[in-house]
C-alpha cells in the first residue's frame, strides 16, 4: 500500500485516491469504498440525504473532510490538506491557467500574480482497476456535494476548459488525483 500523495516531479501523475480515503489500492468502486456499505445508498460517513427524497445511508451532515480523512494532511502532515472548494475558487479567480505540455506531460499550468505557478498534469481517474479518459484531470476538493453525497467538489478539465465541479459525474468511490495545499 502506498502512502505518498505528491509525485517527485510537477508533471509525474501522482497517486489516486478515492474521496475521503487516505492509501492508494488496486481497484476503486463502491465495494472497495470505505465510507460505504458496497453500495452509493449505504454510504457511513459524510452524508446528507439524496435528492431523490431517499436517504443514501447514515446522515451525519458533514461536509468537509476531517484530517483524519485527508490524504494530503495524512500523509504529508502538518497542515498540509486537500484544497477546500472555496480555495479551489481563489485558483480560478486569482490566477492565470494555461493548457501545455510540460515535460511530455499535458496539463495546466496555473500562474498566480506574484508569478508562481504550479502544474496540474491531465491524470485521468480509476474506476475498477482501470485509467480513464487520461487527456483529462480530476483533482478532488475537500468538499462534499451536499446535494449529492455520493460525490464531492472537484477540479474537473481537459484541453479545452476547466470548471469547478459540485455536480462531479465521478463518484467518491473513484480513484482522482489530489494536490496538497497549505493555508
Not at 506531460?105 to 474506476?127: D, E, H, R, V
Not at 482497476?129 to 464531492?152: F, K, M, Q, V
Not at 469547478?164 to 493555508?183: E, F, I, M, N, Q
Request: aromatic letters at 16%; a positive charge; one cysteine or more.
Amino acid at each position: 500500500m502506498v502512502l505518498l500523495v505528491s509525485p517527485k516531479s510537477p508533471e509525474e501523475l501522482g497517486y489516486y485516491y478515492a474521496w475521503g480515503e487516505t492509501y492508494t489500492k488496486n481497484t476503486y468502486n463502491w465495494s472497495t469504498y470505505k465510507w460505504c456499505n458496497g453500495t452509493y445508498n449505504t454510504l457511513t460517513k459524510y452524508c446528507f440525504t439524496s435528492p431523490y427524497g431517499t436517504e443514501y445511508g447514515k446522515q451525519d451532515k458533514k461536509e468537509t473532510l476531517e484530517l483524519k480523512d485527508d490524504a494530503a494532511n495524512v500523509n504529508w502532515g502538518g497542515s498540509w490538506h486537500i484544497p477546500s472548494n472555496s480555495e479551489l475558487q481563489e485558483l480560478y479567480n486569482n490566477c492565470t491557467w494555461k493548457w501545455t505540455t510540460q515535460n511530455g506531460a499535458k496539463g495546466y499550468k496555473i500562474i498566480g500574480k506574484n508569478g508562481n505557478s504550479i502544474f496540474l498534469p491531465a491524470a485521468g481517474t480509476i474506476w475498477d482497476s482501470t485509467i480513464c479518459c487520461p487527456d483529462e484531470g480530476y483533482y478532488w476538493t475537500r468538499t462534499l456535494n451536499i446535494g449529492h453525497s455520493c460525490t464531492a467538489a472537484q477540479c474537473v478539465f481537459d484541453s479545452n476548459n476547466r470548471s469547478k465541479s459540485l455536480y462531479a459525474d465521478k463518484s467518491r468511490c473513484y480513484g482522482c488525483s489530489v494536490r496538497p495545499v497549505l493555508p
